[in-house]
């Protein structure tokens, strides 16, 4: 009987350690569900997503928003897109690329403005960088987030009452 008992206490010690590392586990997931808010997730996607559109902006105009040369022989030459001359492309992709980012920053009008740039991504995937789709993927996933989920408390679209 003593046998037993021992063997018994024996298989249920792992079970307890187990128990206890899940219990740890937990609780440190849950300290972190508290820490990182949506809020605090939305904030940091509007801005991660938006200083990647903003920067690629920025290489195609000079000055304020003057669209480059250069850009539009991009459109031209590398990058393509059916059904849109370069000259048009390239102004709508270094306007999107300036509005849309500055929007996201400031939470307005979030949803739509993720929307605009999911678009963007996909033509970008579709016709320009078909095998880039880790980093276009990556991209889509936090727009989704931002359309889905909305900006969170720290923007404009809750201070004036946005869904």
């Known amino acids: 009987m003593n046998h037993d008992t021992t063997q018994d206490r024996h298989l249920s010690l792992p079970a307890r350690s187990q128990g206890g590392l899940r219990a740890r586990w937990n609780a440190a997931a849950g300290f972190l569900e508290r820490i990182v808010s949506h809020n605090l997730l939305a904030l940091a996607c509007r801005i991660s997503i938006a200083a990647i559109f ?7 105009v000079e000055g ?16 393509k897109l059916p059904l849109v001359s370069p000259e048009l492309a390239a102004h709508l992709a270094a306007y999107a690329e300036h509005l849309f980012p500055l929007l996201l920053v400031l939470g307005l ?13 996909l033509v970008i995937q579709t016709f320009v960088y078909p095998d880039a789709w880790p980093t ?3 991209w889509a996933a936090i727009l989704l987030y931002i359309a889905g989920r909305g900006a969170g408390t720290l923007s ?4 004036i009452g946005i869904r």
Do not use: N, P, Q, W
């Not at 903003?54 to 195609?60: A, D, V, W």
């Open 136 to 138: 276009h993927l990556s």
């Open 54 to 60: 903003f920067y690629s902006g920025r290489t195609k």
């Open 156 to 159: 404009m679209d809750r201070a």
């Open 109 to 121: 009008f979030s949803r739509a403005s993720a929307l605009a740039l999911l678009g963007m991504t």
């Open 64 to 79: 304020g928003l003057m669209v480059t040369d250069s850009a539009i022989e991009l459109f031209r030459t590398e990058y």
